[in-house]
């Protein structure tokens, strides 16, 4: 998967300086019902293989709206399912358990739980499980050589 993506980034056209002139990628990912993942090149903090994973259907944050779901966003979205859902909450483990190692986990049956967002709304937990999959993805390139991906899932 890593190669995968790091080759489509490898056939991106360089850019010719700021702001416009910079280049701009969006790659569509994911899908689940009414929710997509894609990502968005570059990212603010401009670290090269960098990418920020976004969320159609899904916004963060009360104050300043955002579809790129930060860490605390997806503990937050995890508590509250595990809150709502305690009983069913180990499948949710058990799956990001599967993506951690880059199993291919089947997201066609709806697990049936979710997490309610700052207006309370109940959303799906598996655009968060999605969201994971790619922040995984994002971190074993912005931290190639440390241990990013590991940093993420012991903090899940």
């Not at 702001?19 to 997509?36: A, H, K, L, P």
């Not at 944050?61 to 605390?72: A, D």
Request: hydrophobic share 35%; net charge negative.
């Amino acid at each position: 998967m890593r190669m995968t993506l790091i080759s489509a980034m490898l056939d991106e056209e360089p850019g010719n300086g700021n702001g416009d002139q910079c280049s701009r990628y969006q790659y569509n990912v994911e899908n689940f019902q009414e929710y997509e993942i894609f990502l968005k090149r570059p990212t603010q903090l401009n670290k090269g293989f960098d990418f920020a994973v976004n969320t159609k259907g899904r916004w963060f944050k009360k104050n300043r709206r955002y579809s790129n779901p930060s860490h605390q966003d997806i503990f937050d979205a995890l508590e509250d399912c595990r809150s709502r859902y305690n009983e069913e909450y180990s499948y949710v483990i058990d799956t990001i358990t599967r993506i951690y190692n880059c199993e291919n986990v089947d997201f066609s049956i709806p697990m049936g739980v979710g997490f309610h967002d700052f207006e309370g709304t109940e959303h799906s937990i598996e655009i968060i499980l999605l969201a994971i999959k790619w922040l995984f993805m994002e971190q074993d390139c912005a931290y190639w050589n440390y241990s990013g991906r590991a940093m993420f899932y012991s903090a899940l």
